[in-house]
């Protein structure tokens, strides 16, 4: 691999691979964090919105923690390098949460067989 970089070395360039939320943790910005919640609680007061109309729904994945150990290739000049897939099944979970507190029942999608 050594030759072919050399090689290459205008177009080609190498780093550690990462997993995704490092490069979403990354950009993470308290101004624009500030500014939605601001805004978000003006919206809420001018339409009497309640915490009990409040939902939140999210689906995260339960995967296999897969450390980012592999060298990879990519083309020199592209803003991020290419993300570190595990290889592992993802089981998706679904999570329902009111702002007042309240929680609905969690459910999991499982793979399914033909």
Same mark, same amino acid.
């Given at each position: 691999i050594q030759h072919f970089k050399a090689r290459h070395e205008k177009h080609l360039a190498t780093s550690r691979a990462s997993n995704l939320d490092s490069q979403q943790a990354s950009v993470l910005n308290p101004? &624009?964090?500030? +500014? $939605? $919640?601001? %805004?978000?609680? &003006?919206? !809420?007061?001018? +339409?009497?919105?309640?915490? =009990?109309?409040? %939902? &939140? &729904?999210?689906? $995260?994945?339960i995967t296999k923690l897969v450390e980012a150990t592999e060298q990879v290739v !990519?083309?020199?000049? /592209? /803003? +991020?390098?290419?993300?570190?897939?595990?290889?592992?099944?993802?089981?998706?979970? =679904?999570a329902t949460v009111c702002a007042d507190g309240e929680c609905l029942p969690s459910w999991t999608i499982y793979k399914g067989e033909q």
């Open positions: 101004h &624009a964090v500030n +500014h $939605f $919640f601001d %805004w978000t609680e &003006a919206e !809420y007061q001018d +339409h009497q919105i309640q915490q =009990m109309d409040i %939902w &939140a &729904a999210d689906e $995260f994945g !990519y083309c020199r000049g /592209k /803003k +991020h390098p290419p993300v570190q897939q595990s290889g592992e099944e993802n089981i998706p979970v =679904m």
